[in-house]
């Protein structure tokens, strides 16, 4: 792919490259799979980030918890938080995922 070329041969030829200079060297395709990876990868670690704090909670309710009420608050925001996260991920979402994260 000659966009490709283009791009290889402007990273290799200076270290240094602004972001407007790599934009101005990617097409439209290029730019709409970055903002789709850069979606996704947020999305997913917000949803990862929950799941891991639910899963110190847990552990640390196993120990130290005597109120199991808690423990499913703290599971039901974590299951609410990561469908939010998997809603917004598909392309139908785009306008919601603009108005709450763009």
């Known amino acids: 792919d000659t ?10 030829l200076s270290r240094t490259v602004t972001v407007d ?9 290029q730019t709409k799979l970055i903002f789709v990876m850069t979606r996704c990868i947020i999305l997913n ?3 990862f980030a929950t799941t891991i704090m ?3 909670f847990a552990f640390y309710y196993v ?8 423990l499913y ?3 039901s925001l974590d ?5 939010i996260c998997l809603y917004l991920n598909f392309t139908f979402a785009g306008n919601l995922y603009e108005k709450c994260c763009g």
């Open 3 to 12: 966009a490709d070329v283009e791009m290889h041969r402007v990273v290799s």
């Open 21 to 29: 200079k790599l934009k101005s060297s990617l097409n439209s395709r």
């Open 45 to 47: 670690l917000i949803a």
């Open 54 to 56: 639910f899963g110190f």
């Open 63 to 70: 120990r130290y918890g005597t109120r199991l009420h808690l």
């Open 73 to 75: 608050t703290a599971w």
């Open 79 to 83: 299951m609410m938080i990561n469908s």
